[in-house]
C-alpha cells in the first residue's frame, strides 16, 4: 500500500499547487489585498486584515511547518524578526535566556538589546562542550538557544542532550536551523520546542527576498506566537511569500548542490599551507563530525577557514572571481565575507575573540555553480 504522506522533497515541490479554487491554476496565486470584507458585523471571514492572516503567508507557513514537523508556523518579514517574536512568546521579565557565545553577530546584539532593557537576562555559553548540559543544570535557564552549525564557525550542538537536559528544569529550547534547512535537520524530532529560521537563505534561495520563520512543535506555542507576531506587526507580507513558496520547491536539489560544492572546496583546502585552520562538520577531524553525521542529512554549503591575518583575508577576498563579497548566504550563488568586520561587526572585539572569530577568518556561502570553477578560483585567490 502507498504511503499516503509524501517525503519532504515530494511536499516542499507540491506546497500550495492546485488550492486555487477560483480558476484552478496549478501555482497559487499571490493574494496582495490588505483588507476582506466582513459578511456582516456578526461574522467575518477565514481573513480579515492581511498583518493577521493572508492567504499566500499561510500556504507557506504550512508548508515550512510540514518539513519540519511543526504543529504550526509564523512567517515574519526578517529572521530578525522572527527571533523578536520567538523571545516576547517564550519569555517573561528577568528570564534567564542561556544562548551560544558564538552565534550570529544580529542574534547577539539583539539578545544584548533585550538584556539592557531588562527585559531578560542573558549567559554565554559554548553549545559545543558537552559540559554545557552541566550548565543548563546548573543555572536553570527558561530558554536555552541553539544554533547549530554555529554561525561562522561550524560548530556543533548536540540537539538531542541539549534539549533533554533543558527539559528537565522546565526550559524551553529553541533552536536556529538556518545553516542547514529542514532539508538536512530536524530539531523538533530530536527534541527542540521550537525552531527559527532565517527564511532570507536556504529557504528562498535566491538572494531576492528578507525573511523569516518560527515553527512550534506544539500548537498553543504556534498559537502564542503567531500572536506576537501579529501584535508586534513582523509579519511578512503576500509578495515574500510567494516568492519564498517559490524557492521552498527546489530546496532539496539546491542544498544537494551547495553541499558537493562545499565538499570539494574543503577537500581542496585540506594540507593547504595558507589556511592555518578549516571549519567544515564534514570532515572527520572537526570536532563535531560525529554528533553532525547522527543528527544532520548532510553537511551543508558553508565552510570557513582562518588565513592568519586580516591582511590575507583582505587579499583573499579581493582576487576572487565566482565569489561576491557580501553578507547573507544560502543563495544560489557563491558569496564570501569577513564575518569580524561584516556579519559579527555588532560585537566588540573581545567578544569575537572569546568566540573564536579572529582576524583571520573568511567565511564562504558556497553556491550551486560549477565545482570545478568554484574550486579553482578559491586556489587561485590562495596562491
Not at 97 to 125: K, M, N, S
Not at 220 to 248: K, M, Q
Request: one cysteine or more; aromatic letters at 6%.
Amino acid at each position: 500500500m502507498t504511503d499516503p504522506s509524501p517525503r519532504p522533497a515530494t511536499a516542499a515541490v507540491r506546497a500550495g499547487l492546485g488550492s486555487d479554487t477560483a480558476y484552478h491554476a496549478v501555482v497559487p496565486p499571490i493574494y496582495l489585498s490588505t483588507t476582506y470584507s466582513f459578511a456582516d458585523l456578526d461574522h467575518r471571514g477565514e481573513f480579515d486584515y492581511s498583518r493577521s492572516h493572508n492567504p499566500t503567508r499561510r500556504l507557506l507557513s504550512q508548508a515550512l511547518a510540514d518539513l519540519e514537523g511543526g504543529a504550526g508556523a509564523s512567517v515574519t518579514g526578517s529572521g530578525l524578526g522572527a527571533i523578536t517574536a520567538t523571545l516576547h512568546a517564550l519569555t517573561t521579565v528577568g528570564d534567564l535566556v542561556l544562548a551560544p557565545h558564538d552565534c550570529y553577530g544580529g542574534t547577539w546584539r539583539l539578545f544584548e538589546a533585550f538584556a539592557q532593557a531588562g527585559l531578560i537576562h542573558v549567559e554565554w555559553a559554548d553549545f559545543a562542550d558537552p559540559a554545557v548540559t552541566d550548565v543548563i543544570a546548573a543555572r536553570e535557564p527558561a530558554l536555552v538557544w541553539l544554533e547549530t552549525p554555529s554561525n561562522p564557525l561550524l560548530r556543533i550542538t548536540d540537539i538531542a542532550a541539549v534539549a533533554a537536559a533543558a527539559h528537565a528544569v522546565d526550559a524551553v529550547v529553541a533552536a536556529d536551523n538556518t545553516f542547514l534547512s529542514p532539508a538536512l535537520q530536524n530539531p523538533l524530532a530530536l527534541g527542540a520546542d521550537v525552531v527559527i529560521h532565517s527564511t532570507t537563505k536556504y529557504l528562498n534561495g535566491h538572494s531576492d527576498v528578507v525573511g523569516g520563520a518560527v515553527v512550534a512543535a506544539s500548537a498553543p506555542a504556534a498559537e502564542d506566537i503567531h500572536w506576537w507576531c501579529n501584535t508586534l506587526g513582523v509579519t511578512a507580507g503576500a509578495f515574500d511569500s510567494y516568492l519564498t513558496l517559490r524557492g521552498l520547491r527546489t530546496l532539496h536539489r539546491r542544498v544537494a548542490a551547495h553541499c558537493a560544492n562545499a565538499a570539494a572546496i574543503v577537500a581542496a583546502l585540506e594540507g593547504h599551507p595558507k589556511v592555518a585552520a578549516l571549519h567544515y562538520p564534514g570532515r572527520p577531524g572537526h570536532p563535531g563530525h560525529a554528533v553532525a553525521a547522527r543528527q544532520q542529512r548532510g553537511f551543508g554549503g558553508m565552510v570557513s577557514f582562518d588565513l592568519g591575518s586580516e591582511a590575507a583575508a583582505r587579499a583573499f577576498l579581493g582576487r576572487l572571481r565566482f565569489f561576491s563579497v557580501a553578507e547573507s548566504l544560502g543563495g544560489v550563488e557563491s558569496l564570501a565575507c569577513h564575518p569580524g568586520l561584516m556579519t559579527h561587526a555588532a560585537m566588540p572585539p573581545d567578544v569575537q575573540a572569546a568566540a573564536g572569530i579572529t582576524p583571520g577568518l573568511v567565511r564562504l556561502s558556497v553556491g550551486i555553480e560549477d565545482e570545478h570553477d568554484l574550486v579553482a578560483d578559491v586556489l587561485a585567490a590562495l596562491d
